[in-house]
């Protein structure tokens, strides 16, 4: 994105007056990660999307009355972070107490020598899908959007105790589940920041230089 | 190998960037500096960095998604006024773009009116901390987080200053006995001249609230305007759900903590402090020992965390706390000292 592109501040008060186009480009920026922020809480791609369009809508229709005290981006994701939130609450999800952790196979079957950064970041995703869905959403909430533990156990109604439980208990899962990969993530991370999507080979347990 | 949780803990809270108490330090560093710890937390690091890209196979239908909110666009004029509002504002003409101060950290963005809409302005307090709005007649409004406050951009030459509040704010009114000053909050009305005083209307409260620091104040339910009750310095007045008023004579001297951050207490009932404690943390706090409630308590606490606070009334009392259920609090055993 070139920085020489017209700014979200300028965008916000040409709303009022370029009515459509500012809200295009406003959707065009903003739309992926307000649908990613929705969709990490309630995983089913039609209703993040519903809820997402909530969002914009709002916008759409307060855009000559909104003062953000905070950026138009973390505003969104904000708005988007309450409408999922709410739906979860809603749905008065029951999550089971004792959800079991899905089984690990003994030792990694087969380490490939090489693998695609994307086949990498898709196990990575089955992983953290895997988990009972109350530990994946605290999970969710803690990594992405930086909740606290506190904020995080008032959101879902469960104890600051059982917030910590289940951060534990999912970082742990993960960490067992990608143990043999370990040697690969930071580089794949690095790799998909920068839009490719190169072979990358195994290096054990250790950093490889980059 | 796994790691403790408390190491675990301290580790996540700081790659979220908080900041880690110098007690929280040392325990991390004392772990990490024996053997295999440093790499084996590293290991963990890199598990957290991979989950950057989650959800990675999920990318929303952008075009599907632009196409129906263009169409939504199309059917919604924007918001003229929720109805309650059109009531509020009914008597607002369209004023000249006027010069509207507003203070606040964080960028601000000042939206021009198009010619035909309503001047007024929504402003929403979300960045985590109490936010400053001074209106066009000078008055200043200290929205609490998370509260909104509707508000012309320019009051009317003649007739009330009107706004509206959802959540709490403190008012400091400039004084103009020719445009009395009113505030809608969810089904109340708050009429004065010129004073400072706080409301607190959350909704799904079973009571809105005014508690008055300078002045004189009129509070009364939007659907009985004749029922009212005049408040003086000190004394606060609640509106129940149903309409009815109750008055009460002693001013909670910790209204405004949540603005100031100050909690004091002078020979109070601890009792009635666990009541304000309970409401500044948004937490509940019960004596197993309802004797205990007439214990007097002094103390005071500034932008203190709870944990502290519950350790000084350990301290003070003998008495054990412990988190029975989400933001609920024991106090067990104990004696008044």
């Given at each position: 994105m070139l920085r020489s592109e017209i700014t979200d501040n300028e965008l916000m008060q040409r709303l009022a007056t370029d009515g459509e186009a500012a809200m295009a480009l406003i959707f065009r920026r903003h739309y992926e990660q307000v649908c990613r922020t929705v969709y990490r809480v309630v995983p089913q791609a039609e209703t993040a999307e519903d809820i997402a369009q909530e969002v914009f809508l709002e916008l759409w229709k307060r855009r000559n009355q909104l003062t953000i005290s905070t950026s138009l981006g973390a505003y969104l994701r904000r708005a988007a972070l309450n409408r999922a939130l709410n739906y979860v609450r809603d749905q008065k999800m029951k999550w089971s107490d004792d959800a079991e952790l899905p089984a690990m196979s003994d030792g990694a079957p087969g380490i490939p020598e090489q693998l695609e950064a994307k086949e990498l970041q898709k196990m990575v995703d089955q992983y953290i899908d895997q988990l009972p869905e109350k530990c994946r959403l605290v999970f969710v909430l803690s990594r992405f959007?930086?909740?606290s533990h506190a904020e995080i156990a008032e959101q879902l109604d469960i104890s600051p105790k059982t917030v910590e439980n289940q951060i534990t208990k999912a970082l742990r899962f993960l960490r067992n589940a990608l143990g043999p990969y370990i040697g690969l993530l930071i580089s794949v991370f690095v790799k998909i920041c920068v839009g490719a999507s190169a072979l990358i080979g195994v290096f054990g347990d250790e950093l490889p230089k980059i | 190998m796994s790691l403790p949780e408390n190491i675990t803990l301290l580790l996540t809270r700081q790659w979220n960037g908080e900041s880690l108490t110098d007690l929280e330090q040392s325990a991390r560093d004392q772990w990490l500096a024996a053997a295999d710890h440093a790499a084996e937390a590293d290991r963990l690091h890199r598990v957290w960095l991979a989950?950057?890209?989650?959800?990675?196979h999920y990318e929303p239908d952008f075009d599907a998604g632009w196409n129906k909110l263009k169409s939504r666009m199309s059917d919604s004029k924007p918001v003229q006024t929720p109805a309650a509002k059109v009531v509020l504002m009914r008597r607002i003409v369209a004023v000249a773009a006027s010069v509207l101060l507003l203070l606040a950290a964080g960028i601000w963005w000042l939206l021009p009116d198009?010619?035909?809409?309503?001047?007024y302005r929504i402003v929403a307090a979300l960045s985590g901390k109490p936010m400053e709005v001074a209106l066009s007649d000078g008055s200043l409004i200290v929205l609490q987080d998370g509260a909104e406050l509707t508000f012309p951009e320019t009051f009317p030459d003649k007739g009330a200053r009107e706004v509206e509040l959802s959540g709490e704010a403190y008012f400091k009114v400039t004084r103009d006995e020719q445009r009395p000053f009113r505030v809608q909050a969810a089904y109340t009305l708050t009429e004065v001249l010129g004073t400072t005083f706080n409301v607190r209307a959350w909704p799904g409260e079973n009571a809105v609230e005014v508690t008055v620091e300078t002045g004189r104040v009129r509070f009364s339910p939007v659907s009985q305007p004749g029922e009212s009750l005049t408040l003086h310095p000190g004394e606060r007045g609640q509106c129940l759900t149903n309409g009815n008023l109750v008055k009460s004579g002693d001013m909670e001297i910790n209204a405004l903590s949540w603005m100031t951050g100050q909690l004091r207490f002078r020979r109070a009932k601890l009792s009635e402090a666990l009541q304000a404690i309970g409401r500044h943390y948004e937490v509940v706090l019960d004596l197993e020992k309802t004797a205990l409630g007439d214990c007097s308590y002094t103390g005071s606490f500034e932008k203190a965390e709870l944990k502290d606070v519950l350790l000084t009334l350990e301290l003070n009392y003998g008495v054990r706390i412990s988190e029975?259920?989400?933001?609920r609090y024991v106090l067990r055993g104990g004696s008044c000292r």
């Amino acid at each position: 994105m070139l920085r020489s592109e017209i700014t979200d501040n300028e965008l916000m008060q040409r709303l009022a007056t370029d009515g459509e186009a500012a809200m295009a480009l406003i959707f065009r920026r903003h739309y992926e990660q307000v649908c990613r922020t929705v969709y990490r809480v309630v995983p089913q791609a039609e209703t993040a999307e519903d809820i997402a369009q909530e969002v914009f809508l709002e916008l759409w229709k307060r855009r000559n009355q909104l003062t953000i005290s905070t950026s138009l981006g973390a505003y969104l994701r904000r708005a988007a972070l309450n409408r999922a939130l709410n739906y979860v609450r809603d749905q008065k999800m029951k999550w089971s107490d004792d959800a079991e952790l899905p089984a690990m196979s003994d030792g990694a079957p087969g380490i490939p020598e090489q693998l695609e950064a994307k086949e990498l970041q898709k196990m990575v995703d089955q992983y953290i899908d895997q988990l009972p869905e109350k530990c994946r959403l605290v999970f969710v909430l803690s990594r992405f959007e930086s909740l606290s533990h506190a904020e995080i156990a008032e959101q879902l109604d469960i104890s600051p105790k059982t917030v910590e439980n289940q951060i534990t208990k999912a970082l742990r899962f993960l960490r067992n589940a990608l143990g043999p990969y370990i040697g690969l993530l930071i580089s794949v991370f690095v790799k998909i920041c920068v839009g490719a999507s190169a072979l990358i080979g195994v290096f054990g347990d250790e950093l490889p230089k980059i | 190998m796994s790691l403790p949780e408390n190491i675990t803990l301290l580790l996540t809270r700081q790659w979220n960037g908080e900041s880690l108490t110098d007690l929280e330090q040392s325990a991390r560093d004392q772990w990490l500096a024996a053997a295999d710890h440093a790499a084996e937390a590293d290991r963990l690091h890199r598990v957290w960095l991979a989950a950057d890209n989650y959800p990675s196979h999920y990318e929303p239908d952008f075009d599907a998604g632009w196409n129906k909110l263009k169409s939504r666009m199309s059917d919604s004029k924007p918001v003229q006024t929720p109805a309650a509002k059109v009531v509020l504002m009914r008597r607002i003409v369209a004023v000249a773009a006027s010069v509207l101060l507003l203070l606040a950290a964080g960028i601000w963005w000042l939206l021009p009116d198009a010619p035909t809409e309503p001047p007024y302005r929504i402003v929403a307090a979300l960045s985590g901390k109490p936010m400053e709005v001074a209106l066009s007649d000078g008055s200043l409004i200290v929205l609490q987080d998370g509260a909104e406050l509707t508000f012309p951009e320019t009051f009317p030459d003649k007739g009330a200053r009107e706004v509206e509040l959802s959540g709490e704010a403190y008012f400091k009114v400039t004084r103009d006995e020719q445009r009395p000053f009113r505030v809608q909050a969810a089904y109340t009305l708050t009429e004065v001249l010129g004073t400072t005083f706080n409301v607190r209307a959350w909704p799904g409260e079973n009571a809105v609230e005014v508690t008055v620091e300078t002045g004189r104040v009129r509070f009364s339910p939007v659907s009985q305007p004749g029922e009212s009750l005049t408040l003086h310095p000190g004394e606060r007045g609640q509106c129940l759900t149903n309409g009815n008023l109750v008055k009460s004579g002693d001013m909670e001297i910790n209204a405004l903590s949540w603005m100031t951050g100050q909690l004091r207490f002078r020979r109070a009932k601890l009792s009635e402090a666990l009541q304000a404690i309970g409401r500044h943390y948004e937490v509940v706090l019960d004596l197993e020992k309802t004797a205990l409630g007439d214990c007097s308590y002094t103390g005071s606490f500034e932008k203190a965390e709870l944990k502290d606070v519950l350790l000084t009334l350990e301290l003070n009392y003998g008495v054990r706390i412990s988190e029975v259920s989400p933001k609920r609090y024991v106090l067990r055993g104990g004696s008044c000292r």
